[in-house]
């Protein structure tokens, strides 16, 4: 069996300070990020309690080659990819919002909607909707940055109104999302997907709007399959998906929802090697590539001096 990375703990010449997220560590230098994309995995903002082996390479270099493709309508903080596992790049103040886009009725939004709301972050939505319909236009709901615990829905008004983000700032963060959301699209309809919905951060480099951390991976979006979307939607059957939800809905048929005294189900070996498959399918399938799995016998080491060759 692989081995996953659950966790680094490095010291590094210049390093200010270390910050551990849910599934990426963050060593921050004076003017530069080095992000290892963990292996750890989370779910409903729990982080579950083994990694899957190869999950960070495949998110970081599906990131990877996403930026560079994004590059020519927003700056992004990327400035090299030295392991497989690792990106360094520009040291951005981040906005403390999340610019969520859906251009369907999915995820947390269908739930939301079944559950009797009409409006999403201040966004009204149309009656007579179903699970995963096309919605008139993409709308944006944007959700507070939370460091632990649920980020939470918030509206654009409530943004503006609270001085999170100025309102001249904010609207630029739309125009980006929104054109990101159109390039994603485009992509993904090359390989046979429809991007569904997907969120992109945001910081401030030298004062300019610059594109931060992941986009397009399995985690931060959520993919249909194009050849029977709407066959399946016509006959009200669950869509075929490209995204982290499978490993949800593993959750829930499990009675686990990331609530108050719900208990992690046990992860086996054969369940750990399942979501690794599906992660490195989802590689696959998104980039048209062969997925090549890093040697992981030394990982730490080799992330080690990776990032020490490059900072």
Same mark, same amino acid.
């Given at each position: ?9 490095? *010291? ?44 960070? *390479?495949?998110? =970081? ?7 560079? %493709?994004? /590059? ?35 995820? $947390? ?22 699970? @995963? ?13 939370? $460091?632990?615990? $649920? ?5 654009? &008004? ?23 959301? *159109? ?5 993904? /309809? ?15 480099? @030298? ?8 986009? $397009? ?23 075929? *998906? ?30 750990? =090697? ?6 490195? &399918? ?11 799995? %890093?040697?992981?016998?030394?990982? &730490? @080491?080799?992330?080690?001096? =990776? ?5």
């Amino acid at each position: 069996m692989s081995k996953g990375l659950k966790s680094t703990d490095f *010291q590094f010449e210049g390093l200010i300070r270390k910050y551990t997220g849910k599934v990426r560590d963050v060593y921050e230098f004076k003017d530069k990020l080095a992000m290892v994309a963990s292996d750890r995995i989370s779910a409903f903002d729990v982080v579950l309690p083994e990694p899957i082996p190869f999950k960070g *390479q495949v998110l =970081n270099q599906i990131a990877a080659k996403f930026l560079a %493709a994004t /590059a020519d309508i927003v700056p992004n903080w990327v400035d090299s990819v030295p392991d497989p596992s690792v990106t360094i790049g520009k040291r951005c103040e981040p906005f403390q919002v999340e610019m969520v886009i859906r251009g369907y009725l999915a995820g $947390h939004a269908w739930r939301e909607y079944r559950d009797g709301k009409r409006q999403i972050c201040g966004v009204p939505l149309p009656e007579g909707l179903k699970e @995963n319909d096309k919605l008139p236009q993409p709308i944006i709901t944007p959700t507070t940055k939370a $460091h632990e615990g $649920h980020d939470e829905d918030i509206s654009r &008004e409530e943004i503006i109104a609270q001085g999170i983000v100025e309102e001249s700032l904010y609207t630029q963060l739309e125009d980006y999302t929104e054109k990101l959301f *159109q390039r994603g699209t485009e992509m993904a /309809a090359e390989r046979g997907l429809i991007l569904v919905d997907t969120k992109y951060e945001f910081g401030l480099y @030298n004062d300019e709007i610059t594109l931060i951390d992941e986009i $397009h991976t399995p985690d931060s979006s959520r993919y249909f399959y194009k050849d029977t979307y709407e066959s399946l939607q016509e006959k009200g059957e669950e869509q075929r *998906q490209l995204s982290k939800e499978f490993v949800r809905q593993w959750l829930i048929s499990e009675g686990f929802q990331g609530k108050e005294g719900q208990k992690i189900p046990v992860m086996t070996e054969e369940k750990v =090697n399942s979501i690794s498959d599906r992660y490195i &399918e989802l590689f696959e399938k998104i980039t048209g590539q062969d997925f090549e799995r %890093a040697n992981t016998e030394d990982i &730490e @080491n080799r992330i080690k001096t =990776n990032i020490e060759q490059s900072i």
